[in-house]
């Protein structure tokens, strides 16, 4: 088996399709050995020889595989970027998704601060009421804006939740003018979020955040999160691409 898999991993990596006599010197493995192996391999499709050059190439069952193959889901994309992010401004960083009229945290990494938010992957929120669904409602087309608003009740979560949608349409307006979304204690009193939009080759992809006990958003760190926000919004864009 190990010899089988050697000469899969040597033909995978050359950079021409190397011949029955490079496979024999450069292995190691007796010619009979080598042989039987080389027609099982072929035989099963993990390779394949070309008759012109009769050198050896990787077969469509490798192929197969590697698309059969369980992929990275966007939640295991962007957990080293929270991560790096929130190790950046000590604080509690999120990704977020739109689902129906919620978003819902994908990935989060939590601040090691005594004083943290903890935000549980799963959890969903009214687009309304934190920063990551202000975003989504940034990001929608006039008439499907419209049509939200026309069906969703501004329901109170805390006693800071926004109830006005005249107010909303505003703030939806200042967050397409700057790129940044607020939640000042609307959805969990005593935090205070700021969130970004996420783009893969320009296309929406979700709402990355910072979330901070609101005795610790000063002006300053305002300043700090939103070009955090910024420069990792456009580094997590060029790497999901």
């Known amino acids: 088996m190990d010899r089988g898999l050697d000469i899969l991993e040597f033909i995978a990596t050359a950079k021409r399709p190397p011949s029955f006599s490079r496979l024999l010197a450069d292995l ?12 099982n ?48 401004v000590h604080e ?9 009229d ?12 005594a004083l943290s938010y903890t935000m549980k992957v799963g959890a969903r ?21 419209k049509q939200y608003l026309a069906r969703t009740v501004l329901t109170s979560v805390t006693p800071h939740t926004i109830r006005s949608k005249a107010q909303l349409r505003q703030e939806i307006q200042t967050i ?6 607020y939640s000042h204690d609307e959805f969990t009193p005593g935090i205070t979020a700021i969130a970004i939009a996420v783009r893969e080759g320009g296309s929406f992809i979700g709402a990355l955040n910072v979330a901070v006990p609101t005795a610790r958003f000063t002006p300053d760190r ?20």
Not at 30 to 36: D, E, G, N, T
Not at 67 to 83: C, E, G, H, T
Not at 222 to 241: I, K, N, V, Y
């Open 28 to 39: 190691g493995i007796p010619r009979s050995s080598l042989f039987h192996l080389l027609n």
């Open 41 to 88: 391999l072929q035989a099963r499709g993990f390779i394949a020889r070309d008759s012109a050059t009769e050198g050896y190439g990787l077969g469509p069952k490798i192929v197969g595989l590697a698309k059969a193959a369980p992929q990275p889901s966007l939640s295991d994309d962007v957990l080293p970027f929270l991560r790096e992010l929130s190790g950046e």
């Open 92 to 100: 509690t960083c999120g990704f977020y998704i739109r689902v129906d």
């Open 102 to 113: 919620a978003v819902e945290v994908i990935g989060s990494a939590i601040s090691t601060q």
């Open 125 to 145: 929120a009214p687009l309304y009421a934190v920063s990551a669904g202000k975003i989504v409602l940034a990001e929608l087309e006039p008439e499907a804006l």
């Open 176 to 181: 397409k003018a700057t790129g940044f979304a």
């Open 222 to 241: 305002d300043a700090e999160f939103r070009e955090a926000l910024r420069a990792m919004s456009q580094t997590m864009g060029r790497a999901l691409t």
